[in-house]
């Protein structure tokens, strides 16, 4: 079956503007989680959707949003943009509750000038 | 606190056996994983371990688990110039929702 795809794959942007990111989970997996992962701070956890709702967040500003389709399809939102926001945005898969096997994407790597 | 700590390099000969360490604070983790990550790609699952077993073994995977000490390890034996590539340590438990990562440890093999 394929895989989590993640799009696009490379993206720059300017900062102040903002940027959707898009991520289409394993067919059967509800849940979806994001990650940023940057040289200095690795993987930080961004929040995670189950079925539409968002059961989880990490420590990052309200800059930083997303949202799941019933689909199970999900996308983030970064408004803003800061140069630090430069990072590799990670998309795990997960058939349900937490706990179970995460399947990454590619990564969608974003730079932010 | 929820935090997964592992040393940040290593560097081993090709043929010799790796050990990568990772420490865990949450008691209350289910489960322990190991990812790799080669340059450019995502994160590929390499194993995993419940809270309930001490050891774990896969070809030449071997995972051990010290739940008192929160301490897990992953040993590749007969290390190959092919598993070059960063190892992260990560644990979530059941309720959680969400999977907390180590820093991941880069590995480096001689030829």
């Known amino acids: 079956k394929a895989g989590v795809t993640q799009t696009p794959r490379y993206l720059i942007k300017t900062r102040g503007q903002q940027v959707t990111l898009s991520c289409s989970p394993i067919s059967g997996h509800r849940s979806v989680s994001w990650y940023q992962q940057t040289p200095g701070q690795g993987l930080q956890f961004l929040f995670e959707?189950?079925?539409?709702?968002?059961?989880n967040k990490g420590n990052f500003p309200g800059r930083f949003s997303g949202r799941q389709f019933s689909n199970s399809r999900s996308e983030m939102n970064v408004s803003t943009l800061e140069l630090g926001d430069s990072a590799l945005y990670l998309c795990a898969s997960q058939k349900g509750q937490g706990g179970t096997e995460a399947f990454f994407g590619q990564g969608t790597r974003l730079t932010v000038v | 606190g929820e935090d997964v700590e592992q040393s940040l390099f290593l560097s081993v000969r090709e043929g010799d056996s790796s050990v990568i360490n990772c420490t865990y604070t949450?008691?209350?983790?289910?489960?322990l994983y190991w990812y790799k990550q080669e340059p450019g790609a995502g994160l590929q699952l390499l194993t995993y371990?419940?809270?309930?077993?001490d050891m774990k073994q896969d070809q030449r995977l071997t995972v051990l688990l010290n739940k008192k000490d929160k301490h897990l390890s992953l040993r590749i034996a007969d290390t190959q110039t092919g598993d070059s590539a960063i190892y992260f340590c990560a644990e979530t438990h059941t309720g959680g929702f969400k999977t907390i990562f180590g820093a991941g440890t880069r590995l480096f093999v001689k030829a």
């Open positions: 959707y189950f079925s539409e709702t968002q059961r």
């Open positions: 371990i419940f809270s309930n077993m």
């Open positions: 949450d008691s209350s983790s289910t489960y």
